[in-house]
């Protein structure tokens, strides 16, 4: 009896890191698309404030 126990906490334990790892990967993600959003504007903003066209 104690020995399942011990396993079922054992198999408890890695299924919350797991789902641990899950969210913390998602978090990363979601930080990744962003921050990328947020770099692609500022490129682009500098794009447009260095370009010919904008100096006529």
């Known amino acids: ?3 399942k ?3 079922l906490r054992s ?3 890695i299924l919350e890191y797991g789902i641990l790892v ?5 978090a990363v993600v979601a930080m990744f698309v962003y921050f990328q959003r947020s770099v692609n504007s ?4 500098l794009r ?3 370009s010919p066209q ?3």
């Open 1 to 3: 009896m104690k020995n």
């Open 48 to 50: 447009q404030e260095y």
């Open 11 to 13: 198999g408890q334990s």
């Open 42 to 45: 500022r490129l682009e903003d």
């Open 5 to 7: 126990l011990s396993k």
């Open 22 to 26: 899950a969210v913390i990967s998602a």
């Open 54 to 56: 904008a100096k006529e």
